[in-house]
């Protein structure tokens, strides 16, 4: 019988590879309004400060030492072990950051809800592009040659997720349920465990794998507790064992 596999990720999953997580103490947040940098209200305001934002974030990212680290490619390894255990097992990755940790990892069946920081998008011809230097007004869109309408395409507060009725579809058929180094604080994503519980398959199984007890984690069947480098490989290993 074919077993499906969704997984959830946040911020948590990337901390060990050096990037910040958002509401933690030492988070983005603490340090900047998201008010002032994520929203579309933010960019039409001061556009200048958003692009500076996200291309602080964009070099980060791309510097040498950001690494993806054992959590993302335990969970590359999950999808290909996963699928030779049978041929219509799935794992689904839904993740809610921005990085490219685990497509570096080696994860292909890869869904980005909030975006990528590496991808901008035209406001004129709508075109995504591959975008890893900084942005500013005066940017060109490689598609349509129209400068002065790039934003990088993440999703800000007030704007629609990608993906959400494949995201749905899959919560609604998958026999585990993975939430991985996210706080729960942000809809809909801090949504899919109820999601799973409710309209899910009544033998799908919830587990929350988090540096501390999140603010949904009383919502899970099991939650394992500690860094994303060690508890997820354990965890995915775990689940393999029992192919
Ligand atoms: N291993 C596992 N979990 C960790 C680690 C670690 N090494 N370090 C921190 N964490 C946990 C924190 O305890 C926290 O619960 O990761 C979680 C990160 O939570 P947030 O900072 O709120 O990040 P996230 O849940 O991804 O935020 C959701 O909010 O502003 C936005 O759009 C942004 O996608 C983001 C969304």
């Known amino acids: 019988m074919s077993k499906s596999v969704v997984i959830l990720t946040g911020a948590g999953i990337s901390k060990e590879s050096g990037l910040d997580t958002?509401?933690?103490?030492?988070?983005?947040?603490a340090k900047?309004?998201?008010?002032?940098?994520?929203?579309p209200e933010a960019f039409e305001r001061d556009p200048d400060r958003v692009h500076a934002f996200y291309n602080h974030r964009r070099a980060g990212l791309l510097e040498a030492s950001v690494q993806p680290n054992p959590a993302h490619e335990a969970l590359a390894r999950l999808e290909m072990r996963w699928r030779d255990a049978g041929p219509e097992n799935q794992v689904l990755l839904v993740t809610q950051n921005i990085d490219d940790?685990?497509?570096?990892?080696?994860?292909?069946?890869l869904l980005h809800m909030h975006g990528e920081l590496l991808k901008a998008r035209c406001l004129s011809c709508n075109a995504v592009s591959d975008w890893r230097s900084d942005m500013s007004r005066q940017s060109i869109c490689?598609?349509?040659?129209?400068?002065g309408g790039l934003?990088?395409?993440v999703v800000w507060f007030g704007e629609m997720p990608y993906h959400m009725e494949r995201i749905y579809a899959a919560l609604g058929d998958c026999d585990y349920f993975l939430s991985i180094g996210t706080s729960g604080n942000v809809y809909p994503a801090a949504g899919f465990v109820e999601q799973v519980r409710r309209h899910g398959r009544p033998t799908a199984q919830t587990i929350e794998l988090n540096l501390e007890p999140s603010e949904g984690a009383s919502l899970f069947h099991h939650c394992l507790h500690g860094p994303a480098s060690e508890v997820v490989p354990a965890y995915v290993e775990s689940l393999l064992d029992g192919t």
């Open 32 to 39: 900047v309004r998201l008010e002032d940098v994520a929203t």
């Open 142 to 147: 490689p598609a349509c040659g129209d400068a």
């Open 101 to 109: 940790l685990h497509e570096r990892a080696g994860s292909s069946n």
């Open 22 to 29: 958002f509401r933690d103490a030492d988070g983005i947040w």
């Open 151 to 153: 934003r990088v395409d």
